[in-house]
């Protein structure tokens, strides 16, 4: 699924000859590609009409243990991480990002509520764009790091509960609970450390 908008608050139809438009006249208008679930055209829009790099594309279709950032003549290429906690642990979802000076493009596999309110944001006040694409850049980027705040919330509420429960008295369920958070716990720390140094790599 494809939504494009651009630095003015336009909803453009993702067409593939409407996007290979709109590129053609960033210089005059910078726009947004947000493409969900991408498809084999999409991975061919990817390829052919924005010509960005093959290891890049294989990195949105193979998963990544890292976030990670890799710059190109043209643009940059970033690999950052949102997560969701559920009962069996912390979900983390990937989330790949093209950043250029007259355009930027979000692909992810999973639904991203975030980039949605975001794209909802400029729909009603597209000033908030500065019509930059290099500010549009960094309120999606923003956004994606503030849509983890509610996780460390929610899991600091979690540790807190069992923290109560264990001096109350331990219980053989709430060890098992504990268990399980333990790892996805360690995974988060590890991707969060790392996303950390990315974004200060993104702005020097």
């Excluded at 630095?7 to 910078?30: F, H, L, N, W």
């Excluded at 590609?33 to 949105?60: G, K, N, S, W």
């Excluded at 989330?95 to 009603?124: F, W």
Aim: net charge negative; aromatic share 6%.
């Amino acid at each position: 699924m494809r939504t494009l908008i651009t630095t003015s608050g336009k909803v453009v139809e993702p067409t593939d000859e409407r996007i290979a438009a709109c590129r053609a006249d960033a210089r005059r208008e910078g726009f947004w590609l947000d493409i969900q679930a991408p498809d084999d055209d999409d991975y061919r829009l990817l390829r052919d009409v924005f010509e960005f790099h093959p290891l890049t594309i294989e990195d949105i279709q193979e998963a990544n243990e890292r976030p990670k950032l890799d710059e190109y003549e043209d643009y940059l290429f970033a690999v950052v991480f949102t997560g969701r906690l559920a009962r069996d642990g912390i979900h983390l979802m990937e989330q790949h990002v093209y950043g250029s000076k007259p355009m930027v493009v979000t692909v992810h596999h999973d639904p991203a509520p975030e980039l949605d309110d975001l794209r909802e944001r400029i729909k009603q006040g597209p000033e908030i764009t500065k019509g930059d694409p290099g500010f549009l850049l960094y309120l999606i980027m923003d956004a994606l790091v503030d849509a983890m705040f509610p996780v460390l919330d929610q899991l600091d509420e979690s540790i807190d509960s069992f923290q109560d429960e264990v001096i109350a008295g331990p219980t053989p369920r709430v060890l098992r609970r504990i268990s399980r958070l333990k790892h996805p716990v360690i995974d988060l720390r590890r991707q969060v450390g790392a996303q950390r140094d990315l974004l200060q790599r993104l702005r020097t």
